[in-house]
């Protein structure tokens, strides 16, 4: 069964890091972009990093100083690393699949097999 299942989502405070997992399992994990998405409450699903087959790897603006991802092909698994959280980071991030590493707004209904997200909450 085709599957991406998120972990590691927590309630933090502002300045400190967190690690999220993206699992996979049910197709050749290998081939795929694995992507990061988040949506905060009352706001449309946004890219935030993603990583390619090849393990090149694209940030938004707003975390690329931050964020940083990473794929253990191993393991079938994605890792977000995302350092000196603020309270806009907050919402349900979610892994998807794609053939290549597109984060754009155009591009998110484009992405397969998403997850079910995991909540990050950034409060103090």
């Known amino acids: 069964q085709l599957q991406l299942v998120e972990s590691g989502g927590d309630l933090v405070q502002p300045g400190e890091s967190l690690t999220l997992s993206c699992a996979a399992s049910g197709f050749s994990f290998d081939d795929f972009a694995i992507g990061w998405f988040r949506q905060a409450p009352g706001k449309e699903r946004e890219g935030v990093s993603c990583i390619s087959s090849g393990g090149s790897t694209k940030h938004v603006d707003s975390v690329k100083d931050r964020f940083s991802i990473s794929r253990d092909n191993a393991k079938n698994t994605v890792y977000l690393q995302m350092n000196d959280l603020n309270l806009t980071d907050t919402g349900i991030y979610f892994c998807?699949?794609?053939?290549?590493?597109?984060?754009?707004?155009?591009?998110?209904?484009?992405?397969?097999?998403w997850g079910q997200g995991t909540q990050v909450t950034v409060s103090s």
């Open positions: 998807a699949a794609h053939d290549g590493c597109v984060l754009g707004r155009a591009y998110v209904r484009s992405w397969s097999y």
